[in-house]
């Protein structure tokens, strides 16, 4: 049972955040890290140095498209493409009520 700070629940209630979290426990103790690292590839591989645009539009669509190219791509020797991985996991995210 997750306890939530209550600015954390106002803030997401605010914007409609739906809060999704990791396993807990020896289950999930992959999942930090891997996200993280993750994270980390992106910004270095896309934000570094920093894109010259003229808008936010113009960012916005250029992440879009970074996303779209890093669905084929694999983390190391992995069997499966980032593309995969996510649509395998895809109706786990979803839930009853969400969709993506």
């Excluded at 807990?24 to 010259?52: C, D, L, S, T, W």
């Excluded at 936010?56 to 992440?63: P, R, T, W």
């Excluded at 190391?76 to 979803?94: D, K, N, Q």
Aim: hydrophobic share 35%; net charge negative; with cysteine.
């Amino acid at each position: 049972m997750r306890v939530e700070a209550e600015r954390w629940t106002a803030l997401r209630s605010h914007w409609g955040i739906d809060a999704l979290y990791c396993q807990p426990g020896i289950e999930g103790a992959h999942e930090k890290g891997g996200v993280e690292g993750q994270v980390g590839y992106f910004r270095r591989n896309h934000f570094v140095p920093v894109p010259q645009v003229n808008s936010l539009a113009d960012l916005n669509a250029m992440v879009d498209q970074w996303d779209i190219d890093d669905e084929a791509r694999r983390i190391s020797s992995r069997p499966h493409t980032i593309g995969e991985y996510f649509r395998a996991e895809l109706p786990r995210l979803r839930g009853p009520d969400r969709s993506c």
